[in-house]
């Protein structure tokens, strides 16, 4: 059906039906709907930085820790290069991590400016507020402690010391 419209000089008034108005509706939600899967799907990607990030760390520290123990056990007289290795894949582990959240924040924060302009202009109700990632507060803690093994595996000095 066809919206009725009549025209005076000044103004344009449009009268949708009621079948107009629901379509309107509709797409609004899904639209609303479709910024909270693109935010969990921002999430999910996180999550997969942060897996990646604790295995190099974790992986990184391990080896660390093993070539130290076998050296102060007498075992070996040169563990310099194992060491340096688990000490780069720690680095590397810390620097995906410091690469992850940053893209993160930029894409959440662009998503959030895009929402607002959506809803500022009457397209998305967005009534329901962007909670606080906690995969993104658990991406922090990662780099806080990895930050911690580093410095205490380059100063042997620390709580991983």
């Known amino acids: 059906m066809e919206p009725v419209t009549s025209q005076s000089s000044s103004d344009r008034i449009s009268v949708q039906s009621s079948s107009d108005r629901i379509s309107v509706e509709l797409s609004a939600r899904r639209t609303g709907m479709s910024f909270q899967r693109t935010r969990l799907s921002a999430d999910r990607t996180l999550m997969s930085v942060i897996r990646t990030a604790l295995s190099l760390i974790s992986f990184g520290f391990t080896i660390y820790q093993v070539f130290e123990k076998l050296r102060d056990a007498g075992a070996l007289t040169h563990a310099a290069a ?4 688990g000490i780069t894949l720690v680095a590397l582990g810390i620097v995906m991590l410091i690469v992850g959240i940053i893209y993160h924040v930029q894409f959440m924060l662009g998503l959030r400016r895009e929402r607002d ?21 658990t991406a922090v803690i990662l780099l806080v402690i990895g930050l911690v093994a580093i410095f205490s595996m380059v100063f042997q000095a620390g709580p991983f010391g």
């Not at 194992?82 to 290795?85: G, I, L, S």
């Not at 809803?119 to 993104?136: C, K, Q």
Request: hydrophobic share 30%; glycine share 12%.
């Open 82 to 85: 194992p060491r340096n290795f």
């Open 117 to 137: 302009n959506m809803r500022e202009g009457g397209l998305i109700h967005g009534e329901s507020a962007y909670p606080t990632s906690f995969t993104l507060i």
